[in-house]
């Protein structure tokens, strides 16, 4: 994880907020390289879960009605219990003091379990993970709004405005991506657990009795979306909630896990939510959210699959999954160490490198022009300083899948080389079927 921390900050993926003032704990600035990639994860899953005939897509307000967390169960439930050390004034997760290091910078390696066994902490007090704000300009009660702290109840409350809009018939779904926001007492592991972050989630609408065959369904539905771009399927496993560790709406619940450096964690839940969210929103808002089935002549309220992933988590696992350091050979016959991404090509940020060999004889001409035909299709990288090993290592770090090199043959043939960033294989093609052979490439 140390390695890949500091690669994300030296390439431009992820820097530290605000890192200038000391940094905000919990919050991540993705830079150049990370929001190309984050981009294309969210334009993945919104590809694989849109451009179908059952699902609509939505893009709902993070300020929602102050009733709508009262009717999800956040107000009351959405809390972990806490717990103060009265000598270091640490806070701790109550369930989580076993793996988590005392505060006191003075005690190196001494486990915060030691300190709780001492007597040191406070008793557990239930503390609400959502950010609250206000609306308007008096600060009083009558003025609470939340962030949400998940995007699934901007679509539950949606259900029938898109329904009747798109004149979708059950089953269908509806996604979403964007920010959540959780104010987490223990942040930690990078991108795992913050305090803003993204989500990418679809509730998928079923009659009752059909719920059960949705979810095996969505279940592998979502496995194979991870397996498609490229993560390592012995890095993957689903990961059944035990009945009496389910959250309060779900009948079952499974999550998708990826095999961290840090070990085993959730990058998507899958759950059934029953008829559990529309008929709290029905309750509490007092406009009727069933479902008229025009064939049947039923009226009733449908039940919900959930398809849950992180962005954030997602891209994380992403580049962990990708990072390989491998030893590669060098203009004079030796080896050396390369560090590169390997990520799926439809993932990374940064589709084909441009280089001309040396800086003379025309070569930076003809390259610019076969940036210029590659920009309006690809995103595209124009390099000419330093040696062309070193330039290799820099797009192999970038994850970069295709760099094309213009060199004294190309002023005779207008050909180029092609480099393939996981082989290091070299072949030479026409520059006028550069952009075909970028399409084939990312079609296969
Ligand atoms: N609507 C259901 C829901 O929000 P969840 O298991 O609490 O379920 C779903 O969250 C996904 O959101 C998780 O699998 C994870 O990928 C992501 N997630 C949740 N909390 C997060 C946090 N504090 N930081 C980063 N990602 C988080």
Request: hydrophobic share 35%.
């Amino acid at each position: 994880m140390d390695k890949l921390v500091s690669l994300c900050k030296r390439r431009g993926y992820i820097f530290q907020s605000s890192e200038i003032y000391g940094g905000l704990n919990g919050c991540w600035d993705y830079g150049p390289l990370g929001v190309e990639l984050l981009r294309n994860v969210k334009e993945s899953w919104w590809r694989a879960m849109t451009y179908r005939e059952d699902i609509e897509g939505i893009d709902a307000a993070i300020l929602m009605h102050p009733r709508v967390w009262e009717a999800s169960g956040h107000v009351a439930n959405f809390t972990d219990p806490m717990v103060d050390c009265r000598e270091c004034k640490a806070r701790f997760r109550a369930d989580q003091i076993e793996d988590a290091p005392c505060g006191n910078p003075g005690y190196k390696g001494r486990k915060a379990s030691k300190c709780q066994a001492e007597g040191k902490f406070t008793e557990p007090r239930q503390f609400n993970l959502m950010f609250k704000t206000f609306i308007g300009p008096v600060e009083d009660s009558s003025g609470v709004v939340y962030l949400r702290p998940e995007t699934a109840q901007g679509i539950f409350v949606n259900f029938l405005n898109v329904q009747s809009s798109s004149r979708q018939k059950l089953p269908f779904g509806i996604a979403q991506v964007g920010k959540a926001f959780r104010n987490e007492i223990n942040t930690k592991n990078f991108l795992f657990r913050t305090r803003e972050f993204e989500q990418m989630e679809m509730q998928f609408f079923v009659k009752p009795g059909t719920d059960v065959e949705w979810f095996e369904y969505w279940k592998a539905e979502r496995m194979k979306w991870f397996a498609d771009f490229g993560m390592s399927r012995g890095k993957l496993r689903f990961s059944p909630h035990a009945p009496d560790k389910l959250a309060h709406y779900a009948k079952a619940a499974f999550d998708i896990e990826y095999e961290f450096p840090f070990g085993w964690g959730e990058i998507e839940g899958i759950h059934n939510r029953t008829d559990y969210d529309l008929s709290r929103h029905e309750q509490y808002s007092g406009k009727s959210m069933k479902y008229f089935d025009e064939q049947t002549k039923e009226r009733f309220t449908p039940y919900i699959i959930e398809t849950s992933a992180g962005a954030s988590r997602s891209f994380m696992a992403f580049l962990v999954d990708a990072y390989r350091e491998e030893e590669a050979p060098t203009a004079d016959g030796k080896t050396e160490m390369r560090v590169v991404l390997r990520l799926h090509p439809r993932l990374a940020p940064i589709t084909a490198a441009v280089f001309p060999l040396v800086n003379r004889d025309g070569m930076p001409e003809i390259s610019r022009k076969i940036e210029a035909m590659i920009r309006p299709h690809f995103r595209v990288f124009y390099d000419d300083s330093g040696a062309v090993g070193r330039r290799y290592r820099r797009q192999d770090e970038a994850g970069t899948p295709w760099c094309f090199t213009v060199d004294s043959q190309t002023l005779q043939d207008q050909t180029v080389t092609v480099r393939d960033r996981d082989s290091m294989r070299q072949e030479r093609i026409a520059i006028d079927a550069i952009v075909g052979y970028l399409r084939d490439k990312l079609a296969a």
